[in-house]
């Protein structure tokens, strides 16, 4: 083989692992965000507290 060859795997494997990584990290947080945000619906949900009835009766 080349070097060009092994360079260009060796760039395309970083990259695959780089990758592969920022998926895991953005899932983890994604799903972090996913259940404090269902939290915070059900919190308002049994406190009767809703922002949007005060948004619906705002006229344009």
Known sequence: MSF???FWQV???VSVV???GLVVV???GGFGDIRSMLRD???R???GDSKSD???TRTR
């Open 4 to 6: 060009w060859e092994i």
């Open 11 to 13: 760039i395309l494997l």
């Open 18 to 20: 780089a990758f592969a």
């Open 26 to 28: 953005v899932a983890i």
């Open 41 to 43: 619906i059900d919190k």
């Open 45 to 47: 949900h049994e406190t």
């Open 54 to 56: 005060s948004d619906s």
